[in-house]
């Protein structure tokens, strides 16, 4: 079992930046994948990024690109999301998932937070 525990979300202006933290309990932390998912109010929970075991590889769906980073701290237990140049569009409840094999379709993940609330303001 593997337990997360997301905080960092909260409320910014547009072009505004949030750094997410995921802290994970459990299952050896550094042998997972981890990724950070987003759901708009309506919507279908959508890949954000996603970083492998050793933080060598990292991924990102193309609209975040060049303005978010995903990072991690396996000393730690935990996992970043570096969200730069936040557009309102990006208001979502943000999740952080863990699992054993990359995948950016959220129903392969095991392991979920409960999620943090970001809004942005126009």
């Known amino acids: 079992q593997v337990q997360l525990v997301e905080s960092g979300g909260g409320l910014v202006q547009a072009g505004g930046s949030l750094r997410l933290s995921c802290a994970a309990s459990?299952?050896?932390?550094?042998?997972?994948?981890m990724g950070w998912f987003r759901q708009a109010p309506g919507k279908e929970r959508e890949f954000v990024a996603a970083?492998?075991?050793?933080?060598?590889?990292?991924y990102y769906r193309d609209s975040v690109k060049g303005r978010f980073t995903i990072s991690r701290d396996n000393a730690k237990n935990t996992v970043y999301l570096q969200m730069n140049s936040l557009k309102p569009e990006e208001t979502a409840v943000y999740y952080c998932?863990?699992?054993?094999?990359?995948?950016?379709?959220?129903?392969?993940?095991?392991?979920w937070g409960q999620g943090t609330q970001v809004t942005v303001s126009s």
């Open positions: 998932a863990a699992d054993i094999n990359y995948s950016s379709n959220w129903v392969e993940y095991d392991y």
């Open positions: 459990g299952r050896t932390f550094r042998s997972l994948f």
């Open positions: 970083i492998s075991w050793s933080g060598g590889r990292t």
